[in-house]
């Protein structure tokens, strides 16, 4: 007999972990930098028009799968429509499989700066190289970092994911609150709150906009199948339009939190902005070094870092995981600590990539790079124009008809939906695709 299925325990369940699973690395080290570079507040506006639109449309479009199917993105393919169709969902755990273990890497770091903040050796010259490229230290924290993923999702739906999501998300709100008053305090910031806000659309254009495309669907964790996974927890009662505005909106609030925290102190030290871990991992801590009690700031920061990583590579395992048990049958206990000993393996050449193996490169990518470039710039978009497709064309009406939940009559604006998903949407993820080469 088939077990039955494990459910959100609260309301607010789903919005939760997929608030956690959305707020990740993306926000922080890469929205604000992206936005300032692009036009400030007019960009904001176009990302949260994105965001509203299209991301919201493929939101909505996954969570729809997972609740209707109540499978993992392969099985509920199959168990909707059949044909080739599963094929999406291999495609979302395939870009798990690749995501999680050079997601790991950089969580790792995160973990690692927790530690150099602690011990004040943070910001010394050069220390970020030096970790990354030592060899087995970064590796020790990528284990550590998988070991907690593993650790949450090993608990379970309810008493794992839910109830980390639910600790650990008001943990970085508070966490974010303190970081953004400690940064538009120091003098000189307001030239970086105005380098992130002041609209400036002669900036806006094609390429503009299909930053603000690509950094969306990331943000949003559409494309993996993550949301018709955490969908498939949500109980046939449950409508889900609301759920998926609290989600993307959640994730945007967080987003320019983040920027309100990273460019003031980037300009109050009369530092040049860049993404990524340049900006995260050497800026920064060089400039919490600098200002009264950055110690402990600098170590909430890295705190930061972590959580919001940590509650992103929660969903990310939890795709396979769920995979594995619909489609394989392998328990949960099982499927969690096989899968997360074998990513974690995988993620040894992506963390060697940036020391012993620097010189190895394929396509002139470094390991790191290439398994960078292989799942975001092409699995992510191609699982995302399936979702999209499958839900205008294939799933409709039926789609509408499971939106609010108990058979209600769907809402007036379905139609609109629908075209967003049939047409707009995948017409644009295949621009911003071809625009990535
Ligand atoms: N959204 C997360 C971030 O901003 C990353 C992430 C987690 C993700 N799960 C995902 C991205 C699924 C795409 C698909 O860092």
Not at 207 to 212: D, F, G, S
Not at 300 to 316: D, H, K, N, P, Y
Not at 351 to 372: E, N, Q, V, Y
Request: one cysteine or more; proline letters at 5%; glycine letters at 12%.
């Amino acid at each position: 007999m088939a077990q039955t299925r494990e459910s959100w325990r609260s309301r607010s369940g789903f919005v939760i972990a997929a608030a956690g699973s959305a707020v990740g690395l993306g926000n922080i080290w890469r929205f604000p930098y992206v936005a300032g570079e692009n036009g400030g507040g007019a960009f904001i506006v176009l990302y949260l028009a994105i965001v509203f639109t299209v991301g919201f449309s493929i939101f909505l479009a996954e969570q729809t799968i997972g609740r209707a199917a109540q499978r993992s993105p392969a099985a509920a393919f199959r168990r909707l429509k059949g044909g080739a169709w599963p094929i999406v969902g291999y495609v979302g755990v395939l870009c798990a499989v690749v995501i999680l273990p050079f997601y790991s890497v950089v969580g790792g770091w995160t973990l690692g700066f927790i530690w150099k903040s602690a011990m004040g050796s943070a910001s010394d010259a050069g220390s970020f190289g030096a970790f990354i490229s030592h060899g087995w230290l970064p590796i020790l924290f990528h284990a550590l970092f998988m070991a907690a993923t593993v650790a949450v999702v090993v608990a379970g739906v309810r008493n794992g994911i839910e109830r980390w999501s639910r600790i650990l998300l008001p943990g970085l709100v508070l966490l974010m609150i303190v970081l953004i008053f400690r940064s538009i305090s120091l003098s000189g910031a307001e030239k970086g709150v105005s380098f992130f806000l002041s609209p400036d659309f002669s900036k806006v254009t094609m390429a503009t906009i299909q930053a603000a495309l690509s950094q969306a669907f990331f943000s949003i964790s559409v494309g993996m199948g993550v949301m018709i996974t955490y969908g498939s927890y949500i109980s046939r009662d449950r409508s889900l339009p609301g759920d998926a505005v609290w989600v993307v909106g959640l994730d945007s609030i967080f987003a320019i939190m983040a920027g309100l925290i990273v460019l003031p102190a980037v300009f109050a030290f009369g530092e040049n902005p860049s993404a990524g871990p340049a900006l995260t991992f050497v800026m920064l801590p060089q400039i919490f070094s600098q200002i009264p009690g950055g110690s402990i700031f600098g170590l909430l920061f890295f705190l930061m870092l972590s959580v919001a990583a940590l509650t992103s590579a929660i969903s990310i395992l939890e795709v396979a995981v769920a995979h594995l048990n619909d489609e394989h049958n392998i328990a949960r206990r099982r499927g969690t600590i096989g899968a997360g000993l074998i990513l974690f393996l995988v993620g040894i050449p992506a963390s060697l990539s940036f020391g012993p193996w620097a010189d190895l490169t394929i396509f002139g990518m470094t390991i790191f790079d290439l398994m960078d470039f292989f799942a975001t710039k092409l699995l992510l978009p191609t699982g995302a124009i399936g979702m999209a497709l499958f839900v205008g064309w294939v799933f409709w009406p039926d789609a509408a008809k499971s939106l609010n939940g108990n058979d209600e009559p769907p809402p007036r604006w379905s139609p609109i939906w629908r075209w967003m998903c049939a047409l707009v949407a995948p017409i644009l993820i295949l621009w911003v695709m071809v625009g990535g080469f």
